[in-house]
């Protein structure tokens, strides 16, 4: 697959001084759903922003399809589309003509069945004549996702795009973003709900203070960075972890009815059968074990707490 | 050129109007009728001719400019104003638009606004005086290029204010204390010399003088004086806000 968006020694600091980008350098590929992970104030929006056309950066270069975003602002920006962060609505227009402003805005003629398929598969089709200040906030969310596809993009950034959105809601909103992408759009998503990004995400990029830490494929990602535990519920409770087994690093809980082996996938062995023997050989006998994968959510808080 | 976004934000605009017709068209014709009123029928009634016109027909240049400077400053100050408010200026900056694009727009909607206004008060003044407009063209003219300069003048207080007392503060502050002193209401030539002298440093004497002049074929300065003297205005207000968006100053960070 071919880039959609390049990034290069894209770096950005504030008149305050904040450098909120350093020097990032970022591929995306045509079609794919990348997530970007990052602690809040660790320069997503800034990034989206950067490429948007809202905030000018500091230094770097930026593509979009071969477009520059600055010397060819205009074919680059055709094909993005923007769901922001913050519900920024007008408040007195209705859906149907904020829908159709933001197709305008971007250069593109009325076309009524175009806009009636985005508000009914966003379920905004019979809100299409209420004032937006009618509208709950999880409406308007669904709003901004019409506006920001109501041009058509290639390019779809949708920044945390399910922040303060109930259940039902986010997972319609999953639903209507994976038939985007069905349909060739490339997707990138910042989000707080690593969930969304594990279900979601064909790759995950990892972004914290100015700098991209990590980009990598969801399923490579988890499998390479990725734990195990397994959990060994004891028959009865002991006060300590034995002697024999300290080699093994166990983990006792606090009721001590169950001891914790943590390991990594990677590796060739990952010290199981050894650990049976010797807890056999300790005289420990258990009545029940599960394992647990660690999730991307796990990951994710071990890569940004790492030291830099 | 992307018509369709500049069509897109002036239907947005003038569909704003719309939806605040009083405030808009209704508002300032009311006070203008209350002008004409006071000015024109109690008081004017009492005050000799100016140079041959009716006082009450002598005010209706000085009027109409005056409600024009006023809602050209307030449509295109508020226009982009708000949006930088709300935080939907984001859609706007995120678009395939040019700078160019986004004045035409905005400034292009709150000058038709202001333009439609001047001509109602024009209407409604025929109802209370006799009027006779020698140089309709010129006129015309008069009432684009002083819309248009104010529409872009007030795009520049948009984009500089930081609140909502500071998008009030220069009309209400600079622009209506220089109007009503700019001869809306008097011939400057009414006034002792050393005031004449510094009247002329009004930059509204030359609008009202200029058009004026188009309505009665008189004016406190020529009429060639006056049109520099808007076009050099208008051409200050051009350059400052090519700047603003040069530099992204109060847009983007």
């Given at each position: 697959m071919s880039s959609i968006l390049s990034i290069s020694n894209l770096s950005k600091t504030y008149d305050s001084g904040f450098q909120a980008l350093k020097a990032v350098?970022?591929?995306?590929?045509?079609?794919?759903?990348?997530?970007?992970?990052?602690?809040?104030?660790?320069?997503?929006?800034?990034?989206?922003?950067?490429?948007?056309g809202i905030v000018t950066a500091s230094s770097g270069k930026v593509t979009v399809d071969g477009h520059d975003i600055v010397r060819d602002f205009r074919a680059a920006r055709s094909m993005i589309g923007l769901v922001p962060q913050e519900l920024t609505t007008d408040a007195f227009e209705t859906v149907w003509d904020t829908v159709n402003f933001s197709r305008g805005l971007f250069g593109k003629g009325k076309n009524p069945d175009l806009v009636e398929r985005v508000l009914r598969d966003l379920s905004l089709w019979d809100k299409k004549d209420n004032r937006l200040m009618t509208l709950s906030g999880g409406m308007k969310r669904r709003?901004?996702?019409?506006?920001?596809?109501?041009?058509?993009?290639?390019?779809?950034?949708?920044?945390?795009?399910?922040?303060?959105?109930?259940?039902?809601?986010?997972?319609?909103?999953?639903?209507?973003?994976?038939?985007?992408?069905?349909?060739?759009?490339t997707?990138?998503?910042?989000?707080?709900?690593?969930?969304?990004?594990?279900?979601?995400?064909?790759?995950?990029?990892?972004?914290?203070?100015?700098?991209?830490?990590?980009?990598?494929?969801k399923a490579e990602l988890m499998h390479k960075l990725g734990r195990k535990q397994l959990t060994l519920h004891l028959a009865e409770p002991i006060t300590a972890i034995p002697d024999a087994l300290a080699e093994h690093q166990l983990e006792l809980n606090a009721s001590g009815e169950a001891l914790v082996y943590t390991y990594d996938t990677r590796g060739e062995r990952t010290g199981i059968t050894a650990l049976l023997q010797d807890i056999h050989a300790a005289g420990i006998r258990f009545r029940d074990l599960n394992t647990k994968q660690s999730s991307l959510e796990e990951i994710f808080v071990d890569l940004v707490k790492a030291p830099s | 050129m992307n018509?369709?976004?500049?069509s897109a934000i002036y239907r947005f605009e003038m569909?704003?109007?719309?939806?605040?017709?009083?405030?808009?068209?209704?508002s300032p014709v009311i006070s203008t009728s209350l002008y004409f009123v006071v000015f024109g029928a109690a008081i004017g009634s009492r005050i000799s001719e100016v140079d041959g016109v009716s006082y009450g027909a002598f005010i209706v240049p000085g009027l109409i400019m005056l409600s024009l400077l006023t809602q050209s400053l307030s449509n295109a100050s508020f226009g982009i104003y708000f949006p930088r408010f709300t935080g939907t200026i984001y859609e706007v900056l995120s678009a395939p638009v040019s700078y160019l694009e986004i004045v035409i727009a905005y400034v292009g909607a709150a000058a038709t606004k202001s333009i439609i206004v001047g001509l109602i008060i024009l209407a409604t003044a025929g109802l209370f005086v006799p009027l006779e407009i020698q140089h309709p063209l010129w006129m015309l003219l008069f009432l684009v290029l002083t819309s248009v300069t104010f529409a872009l003048f007030g795009f520049i207080i948009g984009i500089w204010a930081g609140n909502f007392e500071q998008l009030q503060l220069v009309p209400l502050l600079i622009v209506t204390p220089l109007a009503f002193l700019g001869g809306s209401f008097y011939s400057i030539s009414m006034l002792p010399p050393a005031w004449q002298t510094v009247t002329l440093f009004n930059p509204v004497v030359y609008l009202i003088s200029g058009f004026r002049w188009s309505f009665y074929g008189m004016a406190d300065v020529g009429v060639g004086v006056s049109l520099a003297m808007t076009l050099l205005f208008l051409a200050i207000c051009i350059a400052i806000v090519a700047w603003i968006f040069k530099t992204g100053y109060r847009l983007k960070s």
């Open positions: 350098n970022l591929e995306i590929e045509r079609g794919e759903l990348f997530a970007l992970l990052g602690p809040n104030g660790a320069g997503k929006t800034t990034l989206i922003s950067i490429i948007c709003v901004l996702i019409a506006k920001a596809l109501a041009h058509e993009p290639r390019l779809l950034f949708l920044d945390e795009p399910t922040a303060g959105v109930d259940v039902e809601l986010r997972r319609d909103m999953w639903r209507v973003v994976r038939r985007l992408q069905e349909t060739g759009v997707i990138i998503l910042t989000t707080h709900y690593i969930e969304e990004a594990e279900d979601l995400a064909d790759r995950v990029g990892v972004i914290n203070k100015g700098e991209i830490i990590l980009v990598e494929n | 018509l369709y976004a500049i569909a704003r109007t719309g939806r605040t017709l009083f405030q808009s068209i209704i």
